[in-house]
């Protein structure tokens, strides 16, 4: 994993993540990278299913697909019957059922809202950024951005025919990782720019899979100090970050406007103010 970079502001974070020079294709400043906003800098990245068996991750993976098994039986009433399975798996993730998805977004300002939202936790914040395009390298995969579409081919290349049939024999297939794109189940998924990874291991964090694999710098963090956790949370609200737009729905209206009229950090010792901007010379 590359050496992190301290972000201290939202500009700072833009300054880091954007790409040196052009892109040769385009001529654009673009890059391959999803990002992933976390409230413990300290925490590797484990996903719901790693988390299900509490202070001792991934005891609880063999339980993966009684767990989907569960849900697809009482899910009935509230889906559609024409879902294939990795939709069903989708949907299942984002009503918050452990899984071995792990959820990214396009957008640093989207993953800098995940780590900055929580007051609670007075350390530092993380923003993971993953070169997806290289890990796709690694394990011979197109260098795509995967649909549901792509990984039923890629898995039925590699002899498995169904989710249910991955579960099982994942742990015993070749290793490899992937980006998916998820497909637009409501809203939030679109307004999130939301990605999502899925490995052939869940007995580790993913940070450790990818390194055992010899790319662990496909992955960078950026480091949000404790002291600039407020400022950059004013930022993000300032430039209409927050939970109204990313949860579109009353919910997130609620969200937003419980946290915004929260307690405040004005008066507040230690607060650091806003650096001044920095005017040109005047002229002769």
């Known amino acids: ?9 939202l500009s ?3 300054d880091a993540v954007t790409p040196r020079a ?22 590797p990245l484990l996903t719901s299913l790693d988390r299900l068996s509490g202070p001792t991750p991934h005891g609880k993976a063999h339980l993966e697909a009684h767990i989907l098994r569960n849900f697809l039986r009482y899910s009935k009433p509230y889906v559609g019957g024409d879902e294939e399975e990795w939709e069903l798996l989708f949907t299942a993730q984002h009503h918050g059922l452990p899984t ?50 792509d990984l039923t081919a890629e898995l039925e290349r590699r002899g498995i025919g169904s989710l249910f049939e991955f579960f099982e024999r994942s742990a015993d297939a070749p290793p490899f990782a992937c980006m998916l794109e998820p ?11 939301a990605a999502f990874t899925i490995t052939s291991d869940t007995s580790r964090a993913f940070g450790d899979f990818l390194a055992e ?28 970050i927050d939970e109204r737009r990313l949860f579109p729905d009353l919910d997130g209206v609620a969200r937003e406007v419980r946290r915004y009229y929260a307690s405040s950090a004005a008066g507040v010792q230690g607060v650091a103010p806003v650096p001044p901007l920095r005017t040109p010379a005047s002229g002769p």
């Open 1 to 9: 994993m590359s050496d992190d970079i301290r972000i201290a502001s």
């Open 12 to 14: 700072e974070l833009i």
């Open 22 to 43: 052009p892109e040769r294709e385009s001529g654009r400043r673009r890059n391959y990278v999803i990002y992933r906003g976390m409230a413990d800098a300290r925490a």
């Open 100 to 149: 071995r998805l792990l959820d990214w977004s396009y957008s640093p300002l989207v993953a800098a809202h995940f780590a900055t939202l929580d007051p609670t936790p007075r350390g530092d914040r993380v923003i993971w950024q993953l070169d997806w395009r290289r890990m796709h390298e690694r394990f011979g995969l197109t260098p795509l951005a995967f649909l549901v579409q």
């Open 183 to 193: 497909p637009a189940l409501d809203r939030r998924i679109t307004v999130q720019s």
């Open 213 to 240: 694999h010899g790319i662990g710098d496909a992955l960078r963090r950026l480091v949000i100090p404790g002291a600039a956790v407020d400022l950059i949370r004013d930022q993000l609200d300032i430039c209409a």
